[in-house]
């Protein structure tokens, strides 16, 4: 079975600063992609970043990147330069295989942003 | 979550009574999904789509049953409503090619209350 385990259910970070979500994940696959979500207030999934397994540079978008290692199987995503709108949950997903290419998530870290 | 549409948006109901909730695209993407969003699970694969008429079970698709009898709408059905179904359900879409490959679009959700 495939699993997806984010093991900070809820952290807090100053606005401006820097702060780090973590994600490990189980899989035999060797190809494959993972994604982090995120879900503001509004209830609404927004794609944050992805990665595709076979690539070895790390996703950037923006203040927002992550540290892929494969071999660890871990994804943690890094924000940089906090902003009080980045308050939100954040789930790491992974394609489930043999299932039309859907997403299997993490439980989330609840991410809140201080003045 | 243009392009993507669930209703209705909230519903309450009665244990025991049917329910459907419909997503609508107009993406023309092949793969649609249905999910689940409980405190503490992250979302749950509940059942996908892989074109018209194809169709398949996720981890929790006991109570529920699905029908895409077209392209643009995936419907979820709770044929008789336990408390237990009580949740946020999220509709996603999926395109297996092309830049946005494996990338899921959300709609809004629709939240059940089941009493």
């Known amino acids: 079975a495939q699993t997806v385990t984010q093991s900070q259910p809820e952290m807090s970070v100053q606005e401006a600063e820097t702060v780090t979500l973590s994600c490990t994940y189980d899989t035999s696959e060797n190809n494959y992609y993972l994604f982090w979500y995120k879900q503001p207030p509004s209830r609404q999934m927004i794609l944050v970043i992805r990665q595709e397994a076979y690539k070895q540079q790390n996703a950037t978008e923006n203040r927002f990147s992550v540290n892929f290692q494969k071999a660890a199987k871990s994804f943690s995503l890094k924000i940089s330069d906090s902003q009080l709108g980045d308050t939100a949950m954040y789930f790491c997903a992974f394609i489930y295989s043999n299932s039309g290419y859907a997403l299997n998530f993490g439980k989330g870290t609840s991410l809140l942003v201080t003045p | 979550d243009a392009g993507i549409t669930q209703s209705p948006r909230h519903k309450v109901t009665e244990t025991g009574t049917p329910v459907t909730l419909r997503c609508h695209q107009t993406?023309?993407?092949?793969?649609m999904y249905w999910y689940r969003q409980d405190p503490g699970h992250g979302l749950r694969l509940i059942h996908y789509?892989?074109?018209?008429?194809?169709?398949d079970k996720g981890e929790v698709s006991d109570g529920y049953s699905v029908s895409r009898s077209k392209t643009e709408d995936f419907l979820l059905t709770l044929e008789s409503a336990t408390s237990s179904q009580t949740s946020v359900y999220f509709c996603?879409?999926?395109?297996?090619?092309?830049?946005?490959?494996?990338?899921?679009?959300f709609g809004a959700g629709s939240r059940l209350t089941v009493l």
């Open positions: 993406e023309n993407h092949r793969y």
């Open positions: 996603a879409i999926s395109d297996s090619t092309g830049s946005g490959a494996n990338v899921l679009t």
């Open positions: 789509s892989y074109g018209v008429k194809d169709t």
